[in-house]
């Protein structure tokens, strides 16, 4: 027996009333393509990593952030303005300095992506 063939039903057995209820109960894919755009935006490595030095630093420029993170500058502002695009990231300008912390959702998202040890590690440092 393969892999897929295990992961099918072999009989149509459709709890009617009780999918119904399910399906009206499911959010609109409006409202669910922010919270994918937000997954997708701490889907790679290095923006996991920055995210995290963001948890950790709370306001972080772009200089600090990719000295912390181990990246290059224009790497790091990448990644940042993908996290930023995701809803994860906020930004504000200091004279010259551009300034990003997470928002409330990103810091929520960061965490739970995260391990406990990993999030108490980030905090602790």
């Known amino acids: 027996m ?6 099918t039903c072999d009989l149509l ?4 009333p009780h999918a119904e209820e399910i399906r009206t109960g499911l959010p609109e894919l ?11 935006a701490l889907g790679d490595p290095t923006r996991l990593r ?3 030095a963001l948890l950790t630093g709370g306001e972080l420029c772009v200089c ?5 993170a181990g990246a290059a500058q224009n790497l790091t502002s990448h ?9 994860l ?3 504000r300008r200091d004279g010259r300095l551009v300034m990003y912390a997470l ?3 990103g810091r929520a998202l960061v965490a739970a992506v995260l391990d406990e040890s990993a999030v108490a590690g980030a905090l602790e440092a």
Not at 13 to 16: R, S, T, V
């Open 2 to 7: 393969t892999d897929e063939r295990r992961d």
């Open 13 to 16: 057995c459709l709890d009617l």
């Open 30 to 40: 409006s409202a669910v393509e922010s919270a994918a755009a937000a997954a997708r």
């Open 50 to 52: 920055i995210a995290a």
């Open 64 to 68: 600090d952030a990719s000295w912390v």
């Open 79 to 87: 990644h940042l303005r993908q996290l930023k695009i995701g809803g």
């Open 89 to 91: 990231v906020s930004s």
């Open 103 to 105: 928002t409330g959702r």
